[in-house]
């Protein structure tokens, strides 16, 4: 006999990752009793197995690019050799730093938050009622569904012999070579820092670029940049036709146009894609529809049922810790009534822990002159002080600004510290700053992020001469820009 709670909620949220925490603590704030279930423990993916522990194995990487600049500074040291298992340990034990300074189980429980955590996966038996792993049921007005996703498996002949970004926590050696499919961000950032380690990467990507939803003028710098690191980078791949085993390690076949090609790699990770967990929700007892592997949401991430939201990476929308978060607030004052409004995605900040680092907000170049008239200003790192005294010059800024209004509307930075330095324009964007203001803004020098200011100065240039900029070349690659840092 399944036990029964005794009580109705006013809202019962499923999943306790980043999405799943702050709607249940927004609903709580919200005077609503609040159940949350998890079937592991809170904190998610991302703090677990994904952006947090891959930016540790992206510090080590740094750690040995860095070491080879000893010798310009007037140090010296032999280079460091990588201890693999220690590294992963120290992941780990760094994972368990965060959790434990997040503290989300207190935190939940002071706000009053009945937590139900680490008893299976839960399950709607109808659009009021979930049953737990461990039999308990929870009956509510209302759900919110969070519970994020997986990493996809194509399926194709010998796929299981490959490996997705969760089982490199338990490698126990460093593969001396290394294939992954699909160059978005995962893809991207894994092969830069196995490619530091020491190990032989191909990356391939069916897209024609790498990073294929960034800027086309970033994802040409990175791609050059990879090269240069010493990665094959293959991109425009018809498709992965089998992964075998030979003498040699792992055979993988794949089409390049109406060719049949093949490879041999001691490891091949697959990093193509991040559907939702809808399989064991039991989401056609509650109504709630879903497409391509995501629940369906309008713009108020209410789903098909009328009593259950959905907010995070199960919808499929913006993959990424800060948006979820967004999502979980807004799907909670949505389910509650209290107007938290239609989600609006347009001032969202991300990036990539490759080498360089790439960062971009807002609009592309070509979304941008498409969408209007706009003036584009692009400064190389070269032409920044502080890239040259840290012997970091790779990379660009690029600043996408509208004719009319005056403000940005897309920003695109590669090279060192990028994801920090697109923040700053991030943030001139929310605050719909005008270029001719964040132009004159006294950063602080001499920063990575000042180059923000100097590409904003020379848009207020651009636009003073009522025309575009001159032609330079960025890591390869022509583009607009010009030279003079004033804005006279």
């Keep these: 006999m399944s036990a029964r709670t ?70 010296s040291s032999p280079r460091p050799s990588l201890d693999l298992r220690e590294l992963l340990a120290a992941t780990q034990r760094t994972v368990y730093e965060l959790h434990e300074k997040k503290q989300l189980v207190s935190h939940l429980e002071r706000a009053g938050i009945l937590l139900l955590a680490g008893r299976g996966p839960a399950r709607f038996t109808d659009a009021w009622r979930v049953a737990v792993g461990d039999g308990t049921e929870l009956d509510a007005e209302r759900f919110i569904v969070a519970c994020g996703g997986h990493a996809r498996r194509l399926p194709f002949p010998g796929s299981e012999l490959a490996i ?78 089998r992964i075998e085993r030979d003498g040699r390690g792992l055979r993988l076949t794949y089409r390049q146009g109406d060719e049949q090609r093949t490879m041999t790699a001691d490891t091949i990770m697959l990093a193509v894609g991040w559907p939702g967990n809808v399989e064991e929700l039991g989401l056609a007892e ?98 920044l002080d502080r890239a040259v005294i840290d012997r970091r010059t790779d990379g660009f800024c690029k600043l996408v600004v509208d004719r009319n209004t005056r403000r940005v509307v897309g920003a695109h930075v590669i090279g060192e510290q990028a994801v920090e330095v697109v923040q700053i324009a991030a943030t001139a964007m929310a605050a719909e700053m005008p270029v001719e203001r964040l132009a004159e803004i006294e950063l602080a020098y001499p920063t990575f992020t000042s180059i923000v200011a100097l590409a904003a100065r020379q848009v207020v240039h651009a636009l003073r001469l009522g025309g575009e900029v001159e032609a330079w070349e960025a890591m390869g690659r022509p583009r607009q820009s010009e030279w003079e840092r004033t804005d006279s």
């Design 6 to 75: 005794g009580r109705t909620f006013d809202l019962a949220v499923i999943g306790g990752g980043p999405a799943g925490v702050t709607a249940a603590l927004r609903a709580a704030e919200l005077g609503a009793r609040v159940a949350l279930v998890e079937r592991d423990r809170p904190g998610g993916t991302c703090t677990d197995d994904g952006c947090a522990p891959t930016r540790v194995l992206a510090r080590a990487a740094r750690l040995v690019r860095d070491s080879e600049q000893l010798a310009d500074y007037g140090l």
């Design 164 to 241: 997705t970004h969760g089982d490199v926590w338990t490698m126990r050696e460093l593969p001396r070579s290394l294939a992954i499919v699909g160059a978005a961000a995962t893809g991207a950032q894994l092969a830069s820092i196995f490619a530091a380690f020491g190990t032989r990467v191909t990356l391939l990507e069916l897209a024609p670029r790498i990073i294929p939803a960034e800027d086309e003028d970033m994802a040409f710098a990175l791609a050059a940049a990879f090269a240069a690191n010493g990665i094959d980078v293959v991109t425009g791949i018809a498709g992965v036709e």
């Design 286 to 383: 509650a109504g709630v529809a879903t497409e391509r592997g995501y629940v369906t949401v309008d713009d108020t991430l209410r789903t098909s049922a009328d009593t259950i939201w959905a907010a995070g990476d199960i919808t499929g929308r913006m993959m990424l810790v800060q948006s979820a978060t967004y999502e979980g607030r807004i799907a909670a004052e949505n389910a509650l009534g209290t107007g938290g409004g239609k989600v609006r995605h347009t001032i969202v900040a991300h990036g990539g822990f490759t080498d360089p680092e790439y960062g971009s907000v807002g609009l592309t170049e070509a979304a941008a002159r498409a969408a209007g008239e706009v003036v584009v200003g692009v400064v190389p790192y070269l032409d």
